[in-house]
């Protein structure tokens, strides 16, 4: 059985940085590309940042670039997110995602897999 477990949500204030987790099990990602993504208000769901797990490859949406880093760490079959200089806007609950194909992909029904989510909060 496949999971994702999202964790490190939290409540900052604007300007302030975070980073968030996923703990993979179940399935080894030597080839897929695996994302973060956003939901503010249901039902959209905006891709936040992907990293592609054979080689590295980043890509970030234009509202984070500069601020995030997507990361990942092999050995212990993790996922990452750090968050510096966030942004009110950025308030939202952050999801990690699995893709079984090779390509990379900024859609959200494109992926699989899915953790629970997790909540960040940015006051002003």
């Known amino acids: 059985e496949v999971q994702l477990q999202a964790s490190g949500g939290g409540s900052v204030q604007a300007g302030g940085s975070l980073r968030l987790s996923c703990a993979i099990s179940?399935?080894?990602?030597?080839?897929?590309?695996m994302a973060w993504f956003r939901q503010a208000a249901w039902p959209e769901r905006e891709f936040v940042a992907s990293i592609k797990w054979n080689d590295g490859r980043t890509d970030y949406a234009d509202s984070v670039k500069g601020r995030f880093a997507i990361s990942r760490d092999n050995a212990k079959n993790a996922m990452y997110l750090q968050m510096n200089s966030l942004k009110p806007e950025g308030t939202a609950v952050y999801y990690c995602?699995?893709?079984?194909?090779?390509?990379?992909?900024?859609?959200?029904?494109?992926?699989?897999?899915w953790g629970q989510g997790t909540q960040v909060t940015v006051s002003s």
């Open positions: 995602a699995g893709r079984s194909m090779s390509i990379s992909s900024r859609t959200p029904e494109d992926y699989t897999f």
């Open positions: 179940g399935l080894a990602f030597s080839h897929y590309p």
